[in-house]
């Protein structure tokens, strides 16, 4: 089936760095992909949507120039956390939809994030 | 706006108990419903899945049948083992290239 990989699975960093995290579709393309977030025993909840060549759409309340989404290619995008705080901490999943597969998105394994 | 509701648990079973996870939604038009599942310090995965009234989803022992007149999407097994542990979320897309609108996600402890 399709898969969707993310990079990396785990990264700790120190507050103010970026981090950068990569999502991408190993075996189709991705015209969109989505970004989520889920808070420790939380639900998921959209931050954006990520379109291949044109810029992504946030949803109400994430701050756009924090988490800075660029979608390059059919196969990538990437999630940029900038000026990294504690409270920035959590699960970041993304997912993508295989084109001419109806209605079903396929996630990646996630990025855990800590700020220290 | 489109949401999904559901039993928030955490839910204990014993092993061989039966399971039902209730999952109602409220959206308009004719969403796509699913169970995804996260097994602990995992991504999510597709269980099951159903895009129109009266489909039902199945895979690994696991039910839920698309009711459109009571907007429900209970998840059902007949009898649980301890790897079924882990965290289950309802969710719904209203067309093909949207969204997921998941449910708070239940979770459940099997014992021994």
């Known amino acids: 089936g399709a898969v969707v990989s993310q990079h990396p699975s785990r990264v700790i960093c120190k507050s103010g760095t970026s981090v950068k995290i990569e999502c991408r579709s190993l075996?189709?393309?991705?015209?969109?992909m989505f970004w989520y977030r889920q808070f420790p025993k939380k639900s998921l909840m959209l931050m954006a949507t990520?379109?291949?060549?044109?810029?992504?759409?946030?949803e109400q309340g994430v701050e756009k120039d924090k988490f800075l989404i660029n979608h390059a290619s059919l196969t990538l995008s990437t999630l940029t956390v900038t000026s990294a705080h504690p409270e920035d901490s959590s699960f970041y999943i993304c997912?993508?939809?295989?084109?001419?597969?109806?209605?079903?998105?396929?996630f990646g394994p996630g990025t855990r994030l800590t700020v220290t | 706006g489109d949401s999904v509701t559901q039993m928030e648990g955490p839910v204990t079973l014993s092993e061989e108990a039966c399971l039902t996870i209730?999952?109602?939604?409220?959206?308009?038009?004719?969403?796509?419903l699913f169970w995804y599942v996260q097994y602990p310090g995992e991504g999510l995965q597709l269980l099951l899945k159903?895009?129109?009234?009266?489909d039902k989803g199945s895979n690994k022992g696991f039910e839920a049948t698309y009711r459109k007149e009571t907007t429900s999407f209970h998840l059902e097994k007949g009898s649980v083992q301890v790897s079924d542990s882990a965290v289950y979320f309802c969710?719904?897309?209203?067309?093909?290239?949207?969204?997921?609108?998941f449910g708070p996600g239940t979770s459940l402890s099997v014992i021994p």
């Open positions: 159903a895009t129109k009234a009266d």
């Open positions: 990520s379109n291949e060549g044109s810029k992504a759409t946030y």
């Open positions: 209730n999952c109602t939604y409220t959206a308009t038009g004719y969403p796509s």
């Open positions: 997912s993508a939809f295989l084109r001419g597969r109806d209605y079903e998105q396929y």
């Open positions: 969710a719904l897309t209203k067309t093909s290239y949207d969204k997921v609108i």
């Open positions: 075996d189709f393309q991705a015209t969109t």
